[in-house]
């Protein structure tokens, strides 16, 4: 959504800088919101302990369950099919994982990629893990593999210097879309 130009900044800024801050146009993404202000509080549970009922995982953006691991639509995406696949066990580090565990999640990653190519036509895509709080990880307690689907173009002036994403389609949209696909 387009806000109005911003009234006059009442620091006194250099002729010039003025000169930007007043031709710049807002968008605003309230959505994004609850995830920046939520990164200094922990949920009450692991996001990605998810449990043997079924009857929650539209609620929970689950959208395929395999033996060792499921794949999870996030909540908060970088793009319309961004996924992860975690594992049920509750383990911190990919270290920790079993064999099995491991190849079911690359086998996972490999059914998203073909249901993502058939439904979105991505250009290209992400994988990849975020471990510990240096890596990036905004979950570090249980291990998950990112698929993020990607189009050329798609990382433009919004999300470079405005730090937001615009995304075509509604995440229960996607949740639907990719379960009838997955």
């Not at 146009?25 to 998810?50: E, G, Q």
């Not at 229960?172 to 990719?178: A, L, W």
């Amino acid at each position: 959504m387009v806000r109005p130009r911003p009234r006059p900044l009442r620091r006194r800024r250099p002729a010039s800088q003025a000169r930007l801050l007043h031709s710049m146009d807002f968008i605003w993404s309230p959505w994004r919101y609850d995830y920046l202000a939520s990164t200094d509080k922990k949920p009450p549970s692991c996001v990605f302990c998810i449990g043997d009922d079924r009857s929650r995982d539209a609620a929970k953006l689950v959208v395929f369950r395999g033996i060792h691991n499921f794949i999870i639509l996030n909540l908060f995406p970088y793009t319309s099919g961004h996924t992860m696949v975690a594992p049920y066990q509750h383990l911190e580090t990919i270290t920790e994982a079993k064999p099995e565990q491991l190849s079911e999640m690359m086998e996972l990653a490999q059914h998203i990629i073909r249901a993502l190519q058939k439904l979105y036509s991505p250009n290209g895509f992400n994988i990849g893990m975020n471990l510990g709080q240096a890596a990036g990880a905004g979950i570090r307690e249980h291990f998950h593999l990112h698929v993020v689907p990607r189009w050329i173009g798609d990382s433009n002036f919004v999300n470079v210097t405005g730090e937001t994403r615009v995304l075509p389609e509604e995440l229960h949209r996607t949740y639907e879309r990719m379960k009838a696909a997955l």
